[in-house]
């Protein structure tokens, strides 16, 4: 996303075209893998990728099935549920507040809402 809520083409560096889809704005973009999907421009999360990176990942304090990412995306990576064909996937943000939020659930399956600010304080904490 641009910094005027348009969806910018990194490959050719242009704005794609947004579209009104009832209540809200998309935009179709094609992703790595040839499939077209329609981005949401209240909930922008492009990653389609079944699979972490072949980065660096740091476990999430109290949260052993959670990962996260030097860029600050969280990764589910265990215990994963069959709705999502035990494949990881990126857990999805909530903006509250002025700050972005994500549901994680502990190992005996209590549910919090934890600031990513604090989460990537924790895992990176030089950074």
Known sequence: MGSDDCVVNVNSNKK???FWRG???????VADNGRQ???NHNFCNVATSSEPPDQEMV???GYPDYKVTPWGAIWKCTNLPKKKRNTPFIVSKRYLHGSDYVRLVTEDGRVHLV???KIMEEAYPND
């Not at 209540?23 to 973009?29: E, G, I, K, M």
């Open 115 to 117: 600031r990513v600010d």
């Open 16 to 18: 794609l075209t947004k």
């Open 59 to 61: 476990t999430v304090e």
């Open 23 to 29: 209540n809200y704005y998309a935009t179709r973009v």
């Open 37 to 39: 999907k329609w981005v």
